[in-house]
């Protein structure tokens, strides 16, 4: 590998039904068009990576069309349960995404049949997928994709299923936080790629701090081999880690963690600004003279859900808030003043950890430098 190879990552694709309203626009049935347009500001982002991925916050189960316009909510938990219409695959697929994590707690939304039906989905539109399995044989399948020679393993695991388990004797299920098994594929994965990346789906919703038990996890993943954790489920963004490690195979990196990338597709939930705000986060990747893939780079590129409900037509677009604060004239005032409050958060939570395209776009071509053997953001472990 001669030059350095771009990875990026985003959280939730939460798409919610008063979205999937909004692109309806009048008709009967939302076409693969209309939920690309959600990406069109971001989209150079996501296409000029040489991997794309992201966590699928909801599920492909089929049905009528009216059955994506309204949230349903199970009658035994209470909990809101989620399917989007097969166009959304489609988009995701144009826009640039490779690889869909599945593995979280809306996956089981629809049962087996709705779980599998998903994986169906994103198989037809050539995405692959990484988290749940259709059968035995799948389930210890490894996710290894080879850009420009340099061999990155994938994992996706998330720590419940909202109350809704897969039934027992069914081939058909989801990887949890399980740490037995979580050594195990990440043992086998060391042996069959250079660079690891694992998605890990928990934490406590629209907290902007990091949980014990997300930490720990990191700590875990790190010392068994993991180069980078991506995390998901608390639908806001949380500080991001890089830690120089030692793993149980003796190898020390220099290994990255985010322990909850936000929303990158979502409504206002609950009220909070925090659940329209994500980050594209970018890793590069280099092979060093040595032979070793190493993180060369690291930055975020904070994005908003920028819904527009007043207008004709409704819209949401998923904006970079570092250009879209420059353009006062696209957005209502009220919204501005949000959006660059949001903005700023980001840039003080990732301070010292990721570059923001802004800042470096003269040596975007640089490595960062390792002036410490750990750093952090926030005050996150």
């Not at 050594?183 to 919703?205: P, Q, T, W, Y």
């Not at 819209?315 to 808030?321: K, Q």
Request: charged share 25%; net charge positive; with cysteine.
């Amino acid at each position: 590998m001669s030059k350095e190879i771009v990875i990026a990552a985003v959280g939730d694709l939460l798409m919610k039904p008063l979205l999937i309203q909004m692109l309806r626009s009048g008709r009967r049935a939302v076409s693969a068009d209309a939920f690309e347009q959600l990406f069109e500001p971001v989209v150079r982002y996501l296409q000029d990576a040489q991997l794309m991925i992201g966590n699928l916050e909801t599920t492909f189960a089929g049905g009528p069309n009216a059955g994506f316009n309204k949230t349903r909510r199970n009658p035994r938990t209470g909990n809101p349960v989620f399917k989007s219409p097969d166009a959304f695959a489609q988009a995701l697929s144009a826009a640039g995404f490779d690889v869909i994590a599945t593995a979280n707690n809306h996956c089981a939304d629809y049962g087996v049949s709705g779980l599998k039906r998903t994986l169906d989905v994103l198989d037809k539109n050539g995405l692959v997928h990484v988290g749940t399995f259709r059968n035995a044989q799948e389930s210890r399948t490894l996710c290894v994709r080879n850009i420009k020679g340099v061999r990155i393993g994938i994992l996706s695991y998330t720590r419940d299923t909202n109350g809704m388990p897969v039934p027992k004797g069914q081939q058909a299920g989801v990887k949890k936080l399980v740490r037995a098994r979580i050594k195990n594929d990440l043992k086998r994965l060391r042996k069959a790629s250079e660079f690891i990346i694992v998605f890990m789906h928990c934490g406590f919703e629209y907290e902007q701090s990091p949980a014990a038990h997300q930490k720990e996890w990191v700590r875990f993943m790190f010392r068994n081999g993991a180069d980078v954790v991506l995390g998901s489920h608390p639908h806001v963004l949380q500080p991001a880690v890089i830690r120089t490690v030692k793993d149980v195979s003796g190898r020390t990196r220099k290994r990255f963690a985010i322990y909850s990338l936000g929303n990158f597709i979502s409504t206002r939930l609950h009220g909070k600004d925090a659940a329209l705000t994500g980050i594209i986060v970018r890793l590069k990747l280099r092979r060093t003279s040595g032979g070793l893939v190493r993180l060369a780079g690291i930055e975020g590129v904070p994005t908003w859900a920028s819904i527009a409900k007043n207008g004709k037509p409704k819209m949401c677009r998923i904006v970079p808030l570092q250009e879209a604060i420059t353009k006062p004239d696209q957005f209502p005032a009220e919204q501005l003043v949000r959006m660059k409050r949001a903005y700023q958060g980001a840039l003080r939570m990732y301070r010292g950890v990721l570059r923001f395209p802004e800042a470096h776009t003269a040596s975007s071509e640089e490595p960062f430098e390792d002036t410490s053997s750990s750093s952090a953001a926030g005050s996150a472990e």
